[in-house]
């Protein structure tokens, strides 16, 4: 299916785009942080793309694309790296909007933090010899700590949203690698990789997602305290 990949960008984009608006939400009154943050975010995810796909760590299926490419990369991934970011931060701030009690305790937050910061170093100590592993879990523990240590208060709203964004991500990004569809949208060779896929998904994404996204929030939430104490 021609464009799929470029369908999938804007489907994900369009409703949280024009929900952008809603009175209540207001959320376009976030878009100077917002794209500050995914700026940012493209400066360190772009090159890391680049990179991959001229190696071939991971490629993308002609046959569900455009056909405009820049620097390797295809239109549809440049775009996902705007569109994705955009719908899931829409949709973090949407839900603390609607229930703006929705954080973990400061004990359960530190609880995950420590509980996936040692399943990162575990497996990044057997398998960082795999490019996708290795670079992607590097990151993931050197952002995790650093905002930790700094701003430790967003991750109580950030872990727990996460797990929200998270189905419509299987839901995308299952579509992406396979689901449904005849063949892949984006391959992974496998010698890259764990090998171990979440239906179609390499488990190697989640640890992706959580980076990028995390990389904007970030940004858009830095300026808002100087006080990195956890809230209970």
Known sequence: MKYLYLWLDLGSFIIPFLFSFHPRLKFYLRWKRLFLGIAVMMCIFIPWDVYFTVQGYWGFNPDYLSGVYLFHLPLEEW?????IPYACLFTHYALLELFPKMKLSARATSVVYISLVSVLIVVLWYHYTNWYTGLNFAYALLLLGIVYNKRADI??????????ILVPFFIVNGVLTGTGIEEQVVWYNNAQNLEIRLGTIPVEDLIYNLGMLLTVYAIMEWPSSRNPALKS
Do not use: A, E, P
């Not at 775009?79 to 569109?83: G, K, V």
């Not at 991750?155 to 929200?164: A, P």
């Open 79 to 83: 775009l996902f790296f705007i569109c």
């Open 155 to 164: 991750l109580q709203s950030f872990f727990l949203t996460y797990l929200i």
